[in-house]
């Protein structure tokens, strides 16, 4: 298997911690993740009212999905962090999660974005991924 090979076009404004595009060679396989949500195993709410807490909790429930696929945090090639807010700050509040764990290794390509609400109540950080899942030794 290739790894993915990520970039950064050096002509275009450079990104803050993520990649301008990224290349899987055909034939490597590839997790569709669904939307990662700061819940609980039992199904509670984490961190309401906290983005920092929540963004926490969902990329820690990221990780347990893509691990449970085979996969991992450093192969994600491509996601999109939902943010409850329309304040750039509330976005780079939960950006700055992402930036500091294994997600933000590579870098990959992401989209961040403002939302009005997500699915559960209280809901404030939601993260969907698409990750490659490397050969079985």
Excluded: K
Excluded at 57 to 78: F, I, K, P, T, Y
Excluded at 113 to 135: F, H, K, M, R
Aim: glycine share 10%; net charge negative.
């Amino acid at each position: 298997m290739t790894a993915p090979e990520r970039t950064v076009v050096p002509t275009l404004f450079p990104p803050p911690g993520y990649a301008h595009a990224a290349v899987v060679e055909a034939g490597t396989r590839l997790a569709f993740m669904a939307g990662s949500v700061p819940l609980d195993p039992d199904g509670r709410l984490v961190g309401e009212g906290d983005i920092t807490r929540q963004t926490a909790q969902v990329v820690a429930n990221l990780d347990e999905a893509l691990r449970a696929v085979g996969s991992d945090l450093s192969q994600v090639v491509a996601s999109t962090v939902y943010v409850v807010g329309d304040e750039p700050a509330a976005l780079s509040e939960a950006w700055d999660v992402v930036r500091g764990s294994a997600l933000h290794d590579g870098p990959h390509t992401s989209t961040l974005l403002g939302t009005s609400c997500l699915g559960y109540p209280g809901q404030l950080v939601e993260i969907t991924a698409t990750a490659v899942v490397p050969d079985r030794p």
